[in-house]
């Protein structure tokens, strides 16, 4: 999350994102939607160990999401990412600037807001994770206090999926609609331009 928006430059070759960059964010978009299927997928169950089993891969998931988006924000908070292109209109860099943004504050604060949910239910300092990893949980929290955070949870929930659609939706319009460069940036979309595309992050960054 950087805090500007990346400069727009006028320049003949696209700058895209780094292998690092673009391999942490597909993968975070692999986790991202599994983890939507599995919250939609027991949030209707019944108590039974199918459910327990969902709800320990929910929090398995959850918690390597936390992990990786921290990662992510720290490489590109040192790795600035690469400028938009000239022709982008301004309020679509400012759109898409926002748009990272609120996904870095969910992709945070969702994992550990359901983290304090499951706080309020525990019935010891942790709570399992696959292969009976123990995730301490936080103290303090009351019953009460984990029933609204797990209200909150499933709330900024949907929230997180709207800003997927948004996100999908607006790399697709670049992409297939106005065949501009913007959607280039993060491979494997393509500049329609028939110019050179150089790695703009990183140690590799180039120019």
Do not use: C
Request: proline share 8%; hydrophobic share 45%; net charge positive.
């Amino acid at each position: 999350m950087a805090t500007t928006i990346p400069e727009a430059r006028q320049e003949r070759a696209l700058r895209r994102y780094s292998n690092t960059a673009v391999t942490i964010h597909w993968i975070t978009v692999v986790l991202v939607l599994f983890q939507i299927w599995l919250g939609l997928s027991f949030a209707d169950m019944a108590q039974g160990s199918a459910r327990g089993n969902l709800f320990t891969w929910h929090k398995t998931i959850g918690a390597t999401i936390l992990l990786l988006t921290i990662i992510r924000l720290t490489y590109r908070l040192t790795n600035p990412p690469p400028p938009y292109p000239t022709d982008l209109p301004r309020w679509e860099q400012i759109a898409g600037t926002w748009n990272h943004r609120l996904f870095y504050i969910l992709l945070i604060g969702l994992p550990i807001g359901g983290l304090i949910a499951v706080s309020g239910h525990a019935r010891g300092p942790t709570t399992p994770l696959l292969g009976g990893v123990p995730l301490p949980v936080i103290p303090g929290i009351s019953e009460q206090m984990g029933e609204a955070a797990g209200e909150i949870h499933s709330a900024l929930a949907w929230v997180l999926i709207a800003l997927i659609v948004i996100h999908a939706a607006a790399a697709l319009k670049h992409q297939f609609i106005d065949k501009d460069r913007a959607a280039g940036r993060m491979p494997p979309f393509r500049d329609p331009v028939d110019e050179p595309v150089v790695v703009g992050q990183g140690r590799r960054a180039e120019g």
